[in-house]
């Protein structure tokens, strides 16, 4: 059965410092690797897409890197605001799955402290 | 350029009752897949529909039903609804093809069943 499993489950972290979250998965065959940010009642807003050839992708502050041998992905904040509290969740697609071929993890919850 | 939009953001239903949720794709998509997410878990996918039908389902029951219109937008119907139906139900849109492409969430609705 497809998996994602994340971790820590929840951070909390002082403004400005930084973190990095981790994200294992047995999904198979790979297609892509996802991160996504959920601000608390809100949908989640796409952070990186990794494919296998990719190992390291960012988007400003925000820096996910992808070991595709050993199933293992990292999202790694640097200089954390305020606004970075929210649950940043890892969502992986099985290849040829169709449109259920995604498997979500159950996020990391992420608070910042001033 | 309008992203997903999904109505009402908030309800409370009565178990027994019927629920009716609504979404319109961003600009260009006429993929629409909607997921439920409860407190604390990742998205569960419940189906997807293209071209006006449903492609895909999850493991959802068939009190769980859907539609697609011609201009693309989306309704989630809901019968008989149960206490464990409460959740945030979030639409997201997609282009056709590529699995690569970005999954756009919009911000869902909370249901909440009593």
């Known amino acids: 059965k497809n998996q994602v499993e994340q971790s820590p489950q929840s951070l909390i972290i002082l403004e400005g410092k930084n973190c990095t979250l981790q994200?294992?998965?047995?999904?198979?065959?790979?297609?892509?690797l996802r991160w996504y940010k959920q601000d608390t009642g809100r949908g989640p807003v796409s952070l990186t897409i990794?494919?296998?050839?990719?190992n390291t992708k960012s988007n400003g502050r925000y820096t996910a890197t992808l070991d595709a041998d050993t199933k293992q992905s990292s999202l790694h904040i640097t200089a954390s605001q305020l606004s970075d509290s929210a649950s940043y969740i890892c969502?992986?697609?099985?290849?040829?799955?169709?449109?259920?071929?995604?498997?979500f993890g159950k996020g990391t919850h992420l608070i910042i402290q001033p | 350029d309008a992203g997903v939009t999904q109505s009402p953001t908030h309800l409370i239903k009565t178990r027994g009752q019927q629920v009716t949720l609504r979404c319109s794709p961003k600009?260009?998509?006429?993929?629409v897949s909607w997921y439920q997410q409860a407190l604390g878990q990742g998205p569960q996918f419940i189906f997807q529909?293209?071209?006006?039908?449903?492609?895909q389902r999850g493991n959802f029951p068939d009190r769980f039903s859907g539609h697609q219109f011609p201009n693309y937008s989306s309704e989630l119907n809901v019968n008989a609804l149960l206490l464990g139906d409460s959740a945030l139900y979030l639409c997201?849109?997609?282009?056709?093809?590529?699995?690569?492409?970005?999954?756009?969430f919009g911000e869902g609705s909370w249901l909440t069943v009593v």
């Open positions: 529909y293209y071209e006006e039908e449903e492609r």
């Open positions: 997201a849109s997609s282009l056709p093809g590529s699995s690569g492409n970005t999954i756009y």
């Open positions: 990794m494919t296998f050839s990719e």
């Open positions: 994200c294992n998965y047995t999904v198979s065959p790979f297609s892509n």
């Open positions: 600009s260009g998509h006429d993929t």
């Open positions: 969502v992986v697609r099985e290849a040829g799955g169709g449109a259920d071929g995604l498997t």
